[in-house]
């Protein structure tokens, strides 16, 4: 499995706080996901990347803001937390052809007061 | 736009049975994946299937794929409580990006 390291893995903080979550990678993997994970909804993608510096939205990006300077390291950062954005989120690594799967990451526990 | 539906969402079954989990999706893929998730866990990847008609064993859980009706399946033969778990697909639009199902709890009970 690709060795992929999320940070916190646990965070509380309160509303109107920034956040920013870190995910790395060790096998230069090119396409990084970040995912939130609520009960009910599976996984939603929240952004992706597909290179240093290159990143795009997924279905529920708003709020949320990303940045990928290295290959190893794409940062999520939530700009003014809202209690909406307690979850659990999924850093998810994949490379080479496009049907091999995605590798996730231990996740953080993030919740929102 | 693509979307992916698993059922049931919540199984409970006892230990030595059969039974299986299905996933439908609504525009055509070529790739399809399952993934399992224990409680307080990451998700960790189970099969890929690439073609349809594709078959993957491990164990004492095998997958297909039939690409013509849109559908996986997860199949559970004699289950044991090791399998109690959350079960998810995922379908692959044609690019990078996956899809995902509700999930499965599956809970195997003794």
């Known amino acids: 499995d690709a060795g992929i390291t999320q940070s916190p893995r646990h965070k509380v903080t309160e509303t109107g706080t920034p956040v920013t979550l870190r995910c790395h990678q060790t096998?230069?993997?090119?396409?990084m996901y970040w995912y939130r994970q609520d009960p009910g909804h599976g996984l939603r993608l929240i952004h992706y990347?597909?290179?240093?510096?290159?990143?795009d939205k997924g279905e529920v990006s708003d709020g949320y803001s990303v940045s990928r300077s290295k290959t190893e390291d794409f940062l999520l950062t939530l700009e003014s937390a809202t209690s909406s954005q307690t979850s659990v989120y999924f850093c998810?690594?994949?490379?080479?052809?496009?049907?091999?799967?995605?590798?996730f990451g231990p996740g953080t526990r993030l919740t929102v007061l | 736009e693509l979307k992916v539906e698993q059922n049931p969402l919540f199984l409970s079954m006892q230990e030595g049975k059969n039974y299986t989990i299905y996933c439908n999706y609504s525009?055509?893929?070529?790739?399809l994946y399952w993934y399992r998730q224990d409680p307080g866990k990451s998700l960790e990847s189970l099969f890929v299937?690439?073609?349809n008609g594709a078959v993957k064993q491990e164990g004492r859980l095998m997958a297909s794929l039939d690409t013509k009706a849109r559908l996986s399946t997860l199949h559970i033969t004699a289950a044991v409580h090791d399998l109690s778990a959350t079960y998810f697909c995922?379908?692959?639009?044609?690019?990078?990006?996956?899809?995902w199902g509700a999930g499965t709890k599956l809970i195997i009970k003794p």
């Open positions: 299937l690439l073609s």
């Open positions: 995922a379908v692959g639009p044609g690019n990078y990006q996956l899809i």
């Open positions: 525009t055509t893929s070529d790739r």
């Open positions: 998810a690594t994949q490379g080479g052809p496009s049907y091999n799967e995605q590798f």
């Open positions: 096998e230069n993997h090119r396409y």
């Open positions: 990347s597909y290179g240093v510096k290159d990143t």
